[in-house]
């Protein structure tokens, strides 16, 4: 008897069930860029998301807000490419950072906008004139990981082999990192933010000291052409990623 060509699966027979419409989100109008960044950024009070149409807009809607959304809602309007990432502030609900494809990262802080009773309330798009720009990348932006610890500090990921640390309140760099030879997959900070850890196109995973400005150590990672993600786990010294093998079966490395 011939060996069945069928993959094994614990969730081959595991089926979802739709969401209450009342509790949904309806006509959110996401972009369908192919970037390898969250497509969606949440924290305790809102959700953001890249949006179709020219230049590099997003919008943001209120978790306790569901239902559908106007067909053309108040947007952030600041970058002249499409958004690629979104990462709130953990230190402020009402601050976001946006990276583009325009190589500019914009940190918006959209607290006027909010009413103490009604909430959120955009009358209007909300300009660049409300962002402050960091400049400094010379290619698209890609990743962008807010600093677990230090409020202020910024990671961001480009095309231009780079990782660089921003101070916010300066709007300056205050780091660069560009000992990478290719552009970072993904990236993740450990739990006190004195290392990151990165995937690469070349199957590695690598983690830095970005006082250093250097990395610290290099593990080999999943064999698959499509990209690798990695997060640090707590407090706990150990790392998990998740990829695939050169057979395109999914694969989770502690």
């Not at 060996?3 to 972009?31: A, L, M």
């Not at 601050?95 to 906008?113: G, Q």
């Not at 052409?225 to 786990?233: I, P, S």
């Amino acid at each position: 008897m011939s060996k069945s060509v069928v993959r094994t699966s614990k969730f081959r027979h595991v089926h979802g069930s739709v969401g209450r419409k009342e509790e949904c989100y309806d006509n959110v109008q996401c972009t369908s860029s192919a970037a390898d960044s969250n497509l969606i950024a949440a924290n305790e009070k809102y959700f953001a998301v890249p949006w179709q149409g020219g230049g590099g807009p997003f919008f943001v809607n209120q978790l306790d807000k569901p239902g559908k959304v106007d067909a053309t809602p108040s947007l952030f309007q600041g970058h002249s490419g499409a958004v690629l990432d979104l990462d709130f502030s953990p230190f402020d609900s009402e601050v976001i950072a946006s990276a583009s494809e325009d190589s500019i990262i914009r940190v918006w802080n959209f607290k006027k906008y909010v009413d103490a009773s009604t909430g959120l309330s955009l009358k209007e798009d909300v300009k660049e004139d409300d962002s402050a720009a960091l400049r400094g990348h010379s290619k698209k932006v890609t990743l962008i990981r807010w600093h677990p610890v230090a409020s202020n500090l910024l990671l961001s990921v480009s095309f231009d082999n780079t990782a660089r640390v921003w101070d916010v309140n300066k709007g300056a760099e205050a780091l660069n990192i560009a000992d990478a030879d290719e552009p970072m997959q993904h990236v993740s900070w450990n739990y006190i933010g004195s290392a990151y850890a990165a995937t690469l196109k070349d199957k590695s995973i690598r983690i830095y000291d970005p006082r250093a400005g250097a990395m610290s150590a290099r593990l080999e990672g999943h064999t698959g052409a499509k990209g690798a993600r990695v997060c640090f786990l707590g407090r706990m010294d150990l790392l998990a990623s998740v990829g695939f093998s050169r057979q395109s079966e999914r694969q989770l490395f502690l």
